[in-house]
């Protein structure tokens, strides 16, 4: 069993940055892929990034260029730098650990016009 708790989210002007993080309660080196999804209002949730292994990532063309994952296994910890945030990236994030039933509670992040 592991714990995920998601911060960083917050209230943002339209262009501006967040950077969110999500704390494992254990040792996140023997999760191979993670992963940040986001739901907004009367949406599904979505893939927003995925980090496997050593560094591979994937973004959906929604955030591609804008979005960046990333994770310190030492810190156990993963990372979510967001820039160039548009309204529609307004949404709960939310961290997993692919493959498995281990997600956080959700950060809030709301992005004004």
């Known amino acids: 069993q592991v714990q995920l708790v998601e911060s960083g989210g917050g209230l943002v002007q339209a262009g501006g940055s967040l950077r969110l993080s999500c704390a494992a309660s254990g040792s996140i080196f023997r999760f191979n892929a993670m992963g940040w999804y986001r739901q907004a209002p009367g949406k599904q949730r979505e893939l927003v990034a995925v980090?496997?292994?050593?560094?591979?990532?994937h973004y959906p063309d929604s955030v591609k260029g804008r979005f960046t994952i990333s994770r310190d296994n030492a810190k156990n910890t993963l990372y979510l730098q967001m820039n160039t945030l548009k309204p529609e990236d307004t949404a709960v994030y939310y961290c997993?650990?692919?493959?498995?039933?281990?997600w956080g509670q959700g950060t809030l992040v709301t992005v004004s016009a």
């Open positions: 997993h650990v692919e493959g498995s039933g281990f």
């Open positions: 980090i496997i292994g050593l560094g591979g990532t």
